[in-house]
């Protein structure tokens, strides 16, 4: 299963949903991460965040969604529509899932303050990947309704 984490820049988090999701997923699924307008760059807290978490970073860019290496089966849009944000739509046929985080790249105050927001996305996104990842694993071909719902219950969750 082939997972598209996407949001506008993939600067922030879904480059930490990528990264994150790619550590603790079992053999046969995978995760990529892409924005419909990229940065062009992976930002920098992000990687230190994902190292002080002993995650791989090797390999993270910021990439569009129009060079994704595999097809997607699942896509899950990671902006912030209660922020304003506009989420990108991706048309594909595939079950989606809106799971909204503030964006940590416009947290602004001290050092301090900027870590903690990049902290709290990490955190909302760790927790939903752990129960995506806790699913049967067949239960997007056999009950693909009850999939979708359970997609859409996960984007409620916080740490």
């Not at 902006?79 to 602004?108: F, I, K, M, Q």
């Amino acid at each position: 299963m082939n997972v598209l984490f996407l949001c506008t820049g993939n600067s922030c988090r879904s480059i930490l949903a990528e990264a994150t999701f790619n550590a603790l997923a079992p053999a046969g699924m995978r995760a990529m991460s892409a924005g419909s307008q990229p940065a062009g760059y992976v930002h920098p807290r992000s990687l230190a965040l994902l190292t002080r978490e002993r995650i791989v970073t090797e390999g993270l860019h910021s990439k569009s969604w129009d060079a994704l290496p595999a097809t997607p089966d699942v896509v899950i849009t990671v902006c912030a529509s209660a922020a304003g944000e506009t989420c990108p739509v991706y048309l594909s046929p595939v079950p989606r899932a809106h799971w909204g985080v503030d964006d940590p790249a416009h947290a602004t105050g001290t050092d301090a303050e900027i870590d903690a927001a990049f902290e709290r996305a990490y955190r909302i996104l760790r927790t939903r990947i752990e129960a995506f990842l806790a699913l049967p694993r067949d239960l997007a071909e056999t009950d693909p309704a009850a999939f979708r719902s359970e997609l859409a219950r996960i984007g409620t969750l916080m740490p």
